[in-house]
């Protein structure tokens, strides 16, 4: 009996001492874009070993895409959208949650030599030549995609932030607006100590449309000429039933 | 309850959408007007992409207009020479139309063309419409006005390809027709109306046209029109949603029934003076969204 319990302990030890990695899971890892869809929100959840004092980091990046910003100008008594740049390979969604409000210098050094964060992405720009003060472009993207809660972060523990239980158990909500983009969604949870990695996870979310309007979406795209001469046909006939249907009124 | 529009890639309460369909019918149905002028604009206010709004607002009016020549064609009340005639100059135009609004939303700019065309051409009728309803107002507390001319020739009805148009007892130059049809039918594919507003006065006063016709001739050549911008939309911009299309159908339809059944108990005049002033305002809300120093003089827009 006595050697069952050294056994057990010992097991119980070794898992302990390898239990350094973080093991994660979404409460859903498959979004449907379906008819009836409004933006999602789930769950990322899991344990780490921490102490007092490490950085938890999660981030959360949608598919790249090409995004374009326009400057008004006041001309002639009209707004009109003058200047623009446009960027390649942004991503369409990006999620941070940093487990503290402040963050050491030193994690925030570990964060931008791995372009970790939304401001340490690298934008580029279609023709970078053509523009003089592309930091301000940048500078005004970023904070528009924050504005427009395409790109959130979320600093410090509590409510509708992370959770963090005994540096061991953790949980944070994500939130999808309802205008993300179909595709794979990379979520990358980080653990820091010192501005060193201790170790990281990485999962991803899955993000389709489903149903009725993925077909039609894909109708419209795919077989565009016919699409045209449907909607036309089905105009015709719903013109023509609203004509019969309330003649006899 | 919300859906998720396929085309427009946004999220929208269908009974928002089915009111505006039916609301806008009602309007329809009471005054006769196609509606499209009103229901774009609302379309936009409601945070519908501006190019979907136009491309779609034109699949629905296939729909109206098709239900509405019905009942002219029974009786008898469509020119089809005039109606052809508008019909080729409208295609053409109106395919321009489609190929500048493709033009004008790769470089950008599609939003600020719809918003300044809306605001100059509701302004335009918006203001007809007060004018003619407070002089008929005027006018019914005042016997014996006098009554115009029926129509006049002027030299634009003199210009070359005459063609005699026996339902409009009318022999004119093909090329004015024409000429209106293509005016009518680039507005169509940017504005994402039927037009109706521009070609009923159009056939009146500048071609002549005995009012009985004017109707359901213009309501003929709506439907082509706009059924030419819905497919080449679709086969250009993508923008046709018939998720959102058929859902304003819907109420569309019940809201012109109630519609033209309360034109018969209600006063015309005011009722017309009540439009013109929606009309009015909702120029006034574009106009000043153009105007005013925006929130943020940035945007963004994401390519998906």
Same mark, same amino acid.
């Given at each position: ?249 | ?58 699949? #629905? ?171 080449? #939309?679709?086969?250009?911009? #993508? ?30 005049? #005011? ?34």
């Amino acid at each position: 009996m006595k050697k069952l319990i050294i056994v057990f302990l010992s097991i119980f030890f070794v898992n302990i001492s390898f239990a350094k990695s973080i093991v994660a899971d979404l409460s859903n890892d498959s979004i449907n874009i379906n008819t009836g869809f409004n933006g999602a929100e789930l769950f990322l959840f899991g344990t780490y070993d921490g102490q007092e004092g490490d950085d938890l980091f999660i981030f959360i990046e949608g598919p790249k895409t090409e995004a374009t910003i326009y400057k008004k100008d006041y001309i002639s008594g009209i707004w009109i959208n003058k200047e623009s740049v446009t960027f390649k390979n942004v991503p369409s969604f990006y999620y941070s949650i940093f487990s503290k409000s402040k963050v050491s210098s030193e994690s925030l050094n570990y964060l931008a030599l791995n372009n970790l964060g939304s401001s340490n992405l690298k934008l580029i720009s279609k023709n970078p030549q053509k523009y003089r003060n592309l930091d301000d472009w940048i500078n005004s993207f970023d904070s528009r995609m924050k504005k427009n809660e395409m790109w959130i972060t979320k600093k410090g523990t509590g409510k509708n932030k992370i959770e963090i239980k005994d540096n061991k158990l953790f949980r944070a909500p994500v939130i999808l607006p309802a205008t993300v983009l179909p595709g794979n969604y990379d979520v990358k949870i980080l653990h820091l100590r010192n501005g060193e990695k201790i170790s990281e996870e990485n999962t991803q979310i899955f993000v389709k449309k489903t149903g009725m309007g993925s077909k039609i979406y894909s109708f419209a795209h795919d077989y565009s000429t016919f699409y045209g001469i449907f909607a036309i046909v089905l105009a015709v006939f719903a013109g023509y039933l609203a004509a019969v249907g309330f003649r006899k009124v | 309850m919300y859906i998720y529009l396929p085309i427009a890639e946004v999220s929208m309460n269908v009974f928002a959408i089915t009111g505006l369909g039916g609301m806008v019918g009602f309007l329809s149905g009471l005054f006769g007007v196609g509606g499209g002028f009103l229901m774009t604009p609302l379309l936009i206010f409601l945070g519908i992409p501006a190019a979907v709004a136009v491309s779609t607002e034109a699949n #629905q009016i296939v729909a109206s207009s098709v239900s509405g020549v019905l009942a002219h064609w029974r009786k008898r009340n469509v020119d089809f020479t005039m109606g052809f005639i508008l019909l080729i100059g409208g295609l053409i135009g109106s395919s321009f139309g489609v190929w500048l609004f493709a033009f004008l939303k790769t470089i950008g700019q599609i939003e600020l063309v719809i918003r300044l065309a809306y605001v100059v051409f509701l302004g335009l009728i918006g203001f007809l419409m007060a004018w003619e309803s407070s002089k008929a107002i005027l006018k019914s507390r005042t016997p014996g006005a006098s009554r115009g001319k029926l129509h006049q020739h002027n030299w634009l009805h003199g210009l070359p390809f005459k063609i005699r148009f026996r339902r409009s007892k009318l022999y004119i130059s093909a090329l004015l027709p024409l000429f209106i049809g293509a005016f009518v039918g680039m507005l169509s594919a940017i504005m994402g109306v039927g037009g109706g507003f521009i070609l009923v006065p159009a056939m009146i006063y500048v071609l002549g046209m005995p009012t009985a016709v004017v109707v359901g001739t213009s309501l003929f050549q709506i439907i082509f029109v706009t059924a030419n911008v819905t497919f080449l #939309q679709s086969i250009t911009t #993508q923008t046709v949603d018939i998720v959102l299309a058929g859902l304003l159908m819907i109420g569309g339809v019940i809201g012109a029934q109630i519609g033209s059944n309360a034109s018969s108990l209600l006063r015309g005049e #005011q009722l017309r003076g009540l439009l013109a002033l929606l009309v009015l305002a909702v120029c006034f809300k574009l106009f000043m969204d153009l105007t005013l120093t925006p929130e943020d003089i940035f945007s963004i827009e994401i390519k998906r």
